[in-house]
């Protein structure tokens, strides 16, 4: 039996927070009110903060756009996430408002309690090159297979596919999806 004491990095890399995992559009994420429980949960002496301006502002104005910046320490390790004023598209804001500014900073804590183990996987992929839109053949072919579940719901699949969020990576579980929809339906 081993006396080696399990790094807080390994303990909060190893928590499933995988119930916690929500969507929007193409991008998983957690929220930062589940990440700060669990983080609590595990390491109560665990901080954070916001670094300011040199005005005082929680934000920072670039040549490139808007960041913020949080820290989180945990055991005496402090790591920081700087983060870009984003919409819900990953699309940089140019004139942020005071919501969008603290959406940034949530997402920023989110990620920094990340830094430290909890819920890192769930960021793994996003830093991977955006995925091919679906071929026109492959458009037509879902559609025509989706048809018996009526004109809403095909018009749903093109929504999805014009914003990405039904693309070349996920059109094959796509197709199986609508197959297994029209098998119970049939039933």
Known sequence: MSN?????????YKTDVSKYIEQKGQFNYLS??????????????????????????????????????????????????IHPVLDN???????????????????????AIALHGLGLYIFAGEDLPEPDALSS??????????????KKFVNDLKVKASNMSLNAHNYEAAIEKVQNIIKEKGK
Request: proline share 4%; charged share 25%.
């Open 4 to 12: 080696t004491k399990q790094s807080t990095f390994m303990k909060l």
């Open 32 to 81: 930062w009110a589940n990440a700060v429980a669990e983080l609590k949960k595990a390491s109560p002496t665990a901080r954070w903060g916001v670094t300011k301006a040199e005005d005082g502002s929680p934000f920072f104005k670039t040549d490139c756009g808007y960041f913020v910046d949080v820290w989180v320490e945990v055991d005496g390790v402090s790591l920081s996430q």
């Open 89 to 111: 598209r990953n699309q940089s804001i140019e004139q942020p408002n005071a919501f969008q500014i603290n959406t940034s900073l949530q997402r920023a804590l989110a990620k």
């Open 137 to 150: 053949k492959e458009e037509q072919d879902l559609y025509k297979l989706a048809e018996p579940l009526g």
